[in-house]
């Protein structure tokens, strides 16, 4: 099975930075693109940023411009860089990862992100 372990979370006012990491563990699934997902409270997890395995990327409409996926094949992790946050980026945000199915079916446990005012 493939682990995958999310970090970098906290608290930052409108406007500021974070960057969220997530580690793969060492596994024999070939995994051919990795994803973040976010589920803010009331609301339904939503598609936030991928890339794939020859790092094309693509990112939902309302973090364009500002959240930057990327990938290190090395270190098996996967980054999201969060710039100029807004109140609605608030969400616990999850990694997940793409076995080479066509979805992603393997999921972080999450971690808060909470922009205040």
């Known amino acids: 099975q493939v682990e995958l372990v999310e970090s970098g979370g906290g608290s930052v006012q409108i406007g500021g930075s974070l960057r969220l990491s997530c580690g793969i563990s060492?596994?024999?699934?070939?995994?051919?693109?990795m994803g973040w997902y976010r589920q803010a409270p009331g609301k339904q997890r939503e598609f936030v940023a991928g890339?794939?395995?020859?790092?094309?990327?693509k990112y939902t409409d309302s973090v364009k411009g500002r959240f930057t996926i990327s990938g290190d094949n090395a270190k098996n992790t996967v980054y999201l860089q969060m710039n100029s946050l807004k109140h609605e980026d608030t969400a616990v945000y999850y990694c997940t990862a793409d076995p080479g199915s066509g979805m992603y079916e393997y999921w972080g446990r999450g971690t808060q992100v909470t922009v205040s005012s």
């Open positions: 890339i794939t395995l020859d790092g094309s990327t």
């Open positions: 060492r596994t024999t699934v070939a995994v051919n693109a």
